[in-house]
């Protein structure tokens, strides 16, 4: 008499042969495991998970910091002395990560869902650890020096924080259908208590988090103050090179209310515009006097300064990748643009009826206007006939003499101040970066009849907060792109908002409890029957299909008298037998 286990049929899984494989090399079916995961692969899954977080955060910060990517190139440029868009290969870099980690961590999901033991591959530790090494790396590198940047993921929340919620909250709810056939597959009552606890604990505290989401873009239409005027933020930069005529000149054609520029002072007394300290990167000074190239930019006379070309360099470096969409007149005037002075752009203001702003840097100790550098700025204010009122007056050196000149000027503050200080130095306006006024703050402003202008706006979003803010104007590199926006992106009542949110709260939450119900009926159902001979009776009805059907394991043991081997079993009714209902070995 012989003894054997059940035959048991396997069809091919190439889904699963693929999931265990690309994770951990497993492409065989014996090589995979329904065992616990090791706690050493446990340890590594979590490790997974903190880079795939880190990466989230680092990926949507430089996704919402994309309104100040010029900002963070002229950071460079000012270390290493050579322009370039360094923003390119961060985000080629971060992108590439992101997209590994997440497809990983999408893999390790379907493991737990199959109750397959993750065992992550050698090649894949260490491309998580090097992702993670990267990453922290450069937040690290970022947080010395672009710190304040990180002030843009607060107030980017204020645009997609309820937009972020309903995408967690579909996650958390899917996540669902592997928490409950985790719990349902458990024969353990602690293991099942802890994780249903701690699902729930998070989906609950998911679904108080509108609580905490506070924003500027939930409130009444009907209390949404006048769009924001936009100043060109030294002209159009994207579309010409900054600071010259012709970029003013398209900022205008942008429909802007203002004008913004850096002013230098040249040897001989003429303001003139340039942000940067020496004329490398604007002009083509390294050919025209290639000795004096790292001078500083105040060190030239105006005469020197109406020799260089101050727009050659937008069509080679192409700065905002816009060069390609100019046209060929246009690409013309931008190679014939010099250094503008300051009178120049006065007066273009004043034909326009645009109001000016203006920065105004110190020339060196050594410099001959070095003490004299604010009577030569207003002389040249008043020389070129522009209407005081059109000027916004920033220096708070010598301010009461200024005013005493000058009385019409825009008393303008470039640094913060509470609005009770402002009052008392007489002072109407104030200019600082978007970061250094929360929404509480623009409003106090406004009610203390200051007008705030914030800077640099470049993205639809950031304008849509600012404006819902109560903000009265802003500056912008992008006008362009600014124009194209006639009213907030998203405007939603209080009232819209609750009923949205309590909405998908419980849409969730029966969809929760619907898949822990399915998931206990189903995995009950599972346990009625024996996997063994459902495999055989699909093996028998469904011999027409097919089938790759292989023998796991056929254990003969000897009882009784007579049986030498296996080579006697089979016999006439052995091997027959079974290969006549569509089973081989």
Not at 37 to 51: D, Q
Request: aromatic letters at 12%; hydrophobic letters at 40%; one cysteine or more.
């Amino acid at each position: 008499m012989v003894k054997h286990q059940p035959l048991q049929v396997y069809e091919r899984q190439l889904c699963l042969s693929c999931i265990t494989g690309i994770y951990g090399c497993r492409w065989k079916r014996y090589q995979r495991s329904h065992d616990d995961t090791t706690k050493w692969e446990l340890l590594w899954s979590f490790i997974l998970l903190f880079t795939f977080c880190l990466l989230l955060v680092w990926f949507y910060f430089w996704w919402e910091a994309h309104n100040d990517y010029n900002e963070f190139n002229w950071f460079l440029y000012n270390r290493s002395g050579q322009w370039s868009d360094g923003t390119v290969p961060i985000l080629a870099t971060t992108s590439a990560g992101f997209t590994y980690v997440a497809f990983l961590m999408v893999l390790a999901l379907c493991h737990v869902a199959l109750g397959q033991q993750l065992n992550l591959h050698w090649l894949h530790k260490i491309g998580v650890t090097a992702a993670l090494l990267t990453t922290t790396v450069g937040v690290i590198s970022v947080n010395q020096t672009w710190g304040q940047e990180w002030d843009v993921v607060p107030i980017s929340l204020q645009a997609t924080g309820p937009f972020l919620h309903i995408g967690a909250l579909a996650a958390v709810t899917a996540l669902s259908w592997i928490v409950a056939g985790q719990v349902a597959r458990s024969e353990k009552t602690k293991f099942q208590v802890a994780v249903v606890l701690l699902y729930l604990g998070s989906l609950l505290g998911l679904y108080t988090v509108p609580l905490c989401i506070t924003s500027p873009c939930i409130m009444d239409p009907g209390a949404l103050k006048q769009r924001p005027d936009v100043i060109g933020h030294r002209g159009a930069p994207m579309l010409a090179p900054e600071n010259t005529l012709w970029s003013f000149q398209r900022a205008l054609q942008m429909n802007v209310t203002g004008l913004e520029a850096d002013v230098s002072i040249s040897v001989d007394g003429v303001p003139f515009l340039m942000r940067d300290h020496t004329l490398r990167r604007t002009t083509d000074v390294e050919a025209v006097f290639p000795d004096r190239r790292m001078e500083d930019a105040s060190s030239f006379n105006w005469t020197d300064l109406q020799q260089l070309n101050a727009g050659r360099w937008f069509l080679k470096e192409d700065p905002f990748w816009m060069v390609r969409t100019l046209s060929p007149r246009e690409k013309d005037l931008i190679a014939n643009q010099s250094v503008c002075s300051l009178e120049q752009l006065l007066k273009l203001a004043s034909y326009h009826n645009s109001t000016v702003v203006f920065r105004l840097r110190r020339p060196p100790p050594q410099h001959p206007c070095h003490h004299s550098w604010i009577n030569d700025t207003l002389q040249a204010v008043q020389q070129s006939g522009v209407p005081q009122g059109l000027v916004m007056w920033t220096p708070d050196d010598h301010r009461a003499q200024v005013r005493q000149r000058a009385p019409g000027l825009i008393q303008t503050s470039a640094e913060k101040r509470g609005p009770q200080s402002l009052q008392q130095h007489g002072i109407s306006r104030l200019l600082l970066r978007y970061n250094q006024a929360s929404t509480q703050e623009i409003r106090n402003f406004s009610q203390s009849d200051i007008n705030l202008t914030l800077y640099t706006i470049n993205e639809p979003w950031l304008y849509s907060v600012l404006w819902c803010s109560g903000v009265s104007s802003v500056s912008s590199e992008a006008s362009h792109i600014l124009k194209k926006v006639p009213y907030p992106i998203w405007l939603m009542r209080p009232d819209e908002y609750c009923l949205m949110w309590v909405s998908m709260d419980l849409i969730s939450f029966a969809v929760v409890i619907g898949i822990f119900i399915f998931q206990k009926y189903r995995m009950s159902g599972m346990r009625s029957y024996n996997p063994e001979q459902i495999m055989l009776s699909a093996a028998v009805t469904r011999s027409s299909r097919d089938l790759n059907v292989m023998k796991e394991k056929l254990i003969f043991s000897e009882v009784g008298n007579g049986v030498g081997g296996a080579d006697e079993l089979y016999g006439d009714n052995g091997y027959d037998y079974y290969a006549n209902q569509g089973i081989g070995l």
